[in-house]
């Protein structure tokens, strides 16, 4: 257990659906990041906050996601109109600003039907 | 572009034999990190490193900065190492980590 908690770990939707994915970090980390991982592949960069300003956004981002972290704790990770190519492992890390240890969450795995 | 690429993909191996997964990488970094990946999606973080060479236990992993290349060794290696190792890497000036694929390690009794 790194401390990065996420919720839920599991979720399965159908085509058209809207998800949302919740990060705990660790209480002192100021930096949040999200990621996606597909099935063979590595993790790949969405974007991350730093307290509650989202500093960076990848453009695997489409217009159907959106990120916030409206108090600089926990955040939330929003999926508009699901596809099926949105079915992946969604993963959150937590750092502190100016080190470059990421502590990752245990992810939430997505499955579009 | 910015690249991070590992070898091999996967690797299958007997209990007992050392372990090397490469990982090169295109351009200038700040940092790199080994990670550990067990079904199930957690990721560890096994190394972070900037220059020369770290270990812990069963564990090592070199950098050699003018070459763009790292390695991770797994010494006596045991069932229990078998997870896909990850390399990711900051670049220099970027605020976010760039993986590699990942290298399947299969450990057999």
């Known amino acids: 257990d790194t401390g990065v908690s996420q919720d839920p770990r599991h979720k399965i939707t159908k085509r058209g659906q809207n998800v949302t994915f919740r990060c705990d970090p660790i209480?002192?980390?100021?930096?949040l990041y999200w990621y996606r991982q597909t099935l063979g592949q590595g993790p790949e960069f969405l974007t991350y906050?730093?307290?509650?300003?989202?500093?960076?956004k990848s453009r695997l981002l489409s217009d159907r996601f959106s990120a916030e972290r409206p108090k600089g704790s926990f955040s939330t990770l929003e999926i508009q109109r699901t596809e099926q190519g949105d079915s992946a492992m969604y993963l959150c890390?937590?750092?502190?600003?100016?080190?470059?240890?990421?502590?990752f969450g245990p992810g939430t795995r997505l499955t579009v039907l | 572009k910015n690249e991070v690429e590992q070898s091999p993909q996967n690797l299958t191996a007997q209990e007992g034999e050392f372990i090397t997964i490469n990982c090169s990488y295109s351009?200038?970094?700040?940092?790199l990190h080994w990670l550990q990946q067990h079904p199930g999606g957690g990721i560890v973080s096994l190394f972070m490193?900037?220059?020369g060479k770290k270990k812990h236990g069963r564990l090592i992993a070199t950098i050699n900065i003018q070459e763009k290349h790292s390695s991770l060794h797994i010494t006596a290696s045991h069932p229990r190492d078998s997870a896909v190792y990850i390399c990711?890497?900051?670049?220099?000036?970027?605020?976010?980590?760039?993986f590699g694929q990942g290298t399947r390690l299969t450990i057999n009794p």
């Open positions: 890390a937590s750092s502190l600003e100016n080190t470059d240890t990421q502590y």
């Open positions: 209480s002192e980390h100021n930096r």
């Open positions: 906050f730093q307290n509650e300003a989202q500093l960076e």
């Open positions: 351009v200038g970094i700040s940092a």
């Open positions: 490193l900037s220059s």
């Open positions: 990711a890497v900051f670049f220099q000036g970027a605020q976010k980590l760039v």
